[in-house]
């Protein structure tokens, strides 16, 4: 069983290559439509599988019978283990063939949450087997497994974008991708409220169930790896574009996972910048509707009214910044970051001075700008910038990295700007975001040479 597992996910083998070209003119088109939205859906329905039960903490906590707390441990579960999982995800889909990690994950999850629903029940059977564990524990126990199936949604995306899309467009075409987690937590939202209509909260993890199993087997005959696994040609050669920064290939897996990876100072550099930018767009979100409502005497509908727009801004926020990024900078990804920061600051200490009910225009606005220019950075810095500073055969790994330490950043928003709230005031939460954003330019910042570097080199090649 565990062998036919492993050569499941093994990288496909490559096709004999096509030489005419029409026909591959006709398959890449085919194929780059085809992955691209293969991966978009795919981890649209990730969401579905891992943000329904944030829409359902209420009816958990009757029909569970857990506290707020424990519904917070549970959460904080989830984000250390899906932020671990992607790493180690990310170094295994370096390894494997795409549609296979992303379709076992999407599968796996999907299995935890049809079983969710009915942890009672399981807790009740091994109390008459005379096994006394709380609740609470079997519940971060089973969502903290959905983290790390979870986890293997996105690495193998970031190999698919790198290996399907040359880097002078893959600014664009990546955050163009990215639009689908905002797709994928609306319309989970979306479906969840009408089930709850019904009174019908299992069906929250069910239905996605459902769905995800269907999909993750649909993505098998769906998807496939590389180019070269269906007779076309690497996506460099074929658009004449840039080359890749390609290792030797003596090197093993591990060689190059130390070397352009754990030793690399400018994946570290974007990883704790990524730290701060997940602070600030967590921090803002997470706490938004609080402070209004708290400090600025907004009620509760008022300051969910103010808020709703601040995640549906940072979709075209996202696409936008890397379509800049391709046409102005050739697909680097320090100056756009850069620029988005600094304005993510500025909008910051705006929305803090300017919040009140009698501005609530200006208090949406600035809310949106937050997020509009949050999703910039945190689609570029984690994603594209990381796939520019190591090797191809490292970029799942390299992306896994950074957003491992992104959710690190996820988990201190919360922890962090409560304990500054409670001690320093709002003022002190919005003054973090400040630093934040300014630490993450100061990482960034440093890529500067590296990636002019690494489009010169590019060039040259492509230019032999």
């Not at 597992?5 to 780059?32: G, S, V």
């Not at 989830?78 to 932020?83: H, R, V």
């Not at 409220?193 to 269907?214: E, H, N, S, T």
Request: include cysteine; aromatic fraction near 18%.
């Amino acid at each position: 069983m565990f062998a036919k597992l492993i050569n499941f996910m093994k990288p496909l083998p490559d096709a004999e290559r096509l030489t005419d070209e029409k026909q591959i003119k006709r398959l890449y088109r085919n194929w780059r439509i085809k992955m691209f939205f293969g991966m978009y859906f795919g981890y649209a329905l990730f969401y579905f599988t891992r943000k329904n039960l944030d829409y359902v903490k209420p009816a958990l906590s009757e029909n569970f019978g857990l506290s707020i707390i424990e519904l917070g441990y549970i959460g904080t579960t989830i984000y250390l283990t899906y932020g671990i999982g992607k790493f180690l995800s990310g170094v295994m889909a370096d390894r494997c063939n795409i549609r296979g990690v992303m379709a076992l994950g999407l599968f796996a999850s999907s299995l935890i949450n049809l079983a969710f629903p009915f942890l009672p029940q399981f807790h009740a059977f091994l109390g008459q087997m005379h096994i006394t564990l709380p609740l609470v524990f079997l519940a971060s126990l089973l969502w903290g497994l959905n983290g790390v199936c979870q986890s293997m949604g996105f690495p193998p995306v970031a190999k698919g974008l790198v290996y399907w899309f040359s880097p002078s467009e893959r600014a664009t075409k990546w955050t163009l991708w990215s639009s689908s987690h905002t797709f994928g937590a609306f319309f989970v939202g979306v479906l969840i409220a009408y089930l709850l209509k019904f009174d019908a909260w299992r069906m929250a993890f069910v239905v996605p169930a459902i769905m995800g199993i269907c999909y993750s087997i649909f993505l098998l005959f769906f998807l496939t790896d590389k180019p070269t696994t269906v007779g076309l040609p690497p996506i460099e050669e074929y658009r004449h574009d840039v080359m890749p920064v390609k290792e030797k290939s003596n090197l093993s897996h591990w060689e190059i996972l130390k070397k352009h990876v754990l030793k690399n100072p400018f994946l570290w550099a974007l990883a704790i910048s990524y730290i701060f930018i997940y602070y600030v767009r967590f921090a803002t979100l997470d706490w938004g509707t609080m402070f209004l409502t708290q400090e600025r005497g907004f009620s509760d509908e008022l300051a969910v009214s103010a808020m709703k727009w601040m995640p549906f801004l940072g979709m075209p926020g996202g696409i936008v910044a890397g379509y800049l990024a391709d046409r102005w900078f050739q697909g680097r990804c320090t100056q756009m970051n850069i620029i988005y920061l600094v304005i993510l600051a500025a909008s910051c200490w705006g929305f803090y001075k300017v919040a009140g009910t009698n501005q609530f225009f200006w208090t949406s606005l600035l809310a949106s700008f937050i997020g509009f220019f949050v999703d910039g950075p945190q689609n570029l810095a984690g994603g594209v910038q990381a796939s520019r500073v190591t090797v191809q055969e490292s970029v799942s790994a390299a992306c896994g990295f950074t957003g491992m330490f992104g959710y690190f950043g996820a988990m201190l928003s919360s922890t962090g700007a409560a304990f500054i709230s409670k001690h320093y005031g709002w003022q002190g939460v919005y003054f973090s975001c400040i630093i934040a954003c300014i630490i993450a330019m100061a990482c960034i910042a440093t890529t500067w040479r590296k990636e002019s570097a690494a489009v010169a080199a590019e060039k040259a090649v492509a230019n032999k």
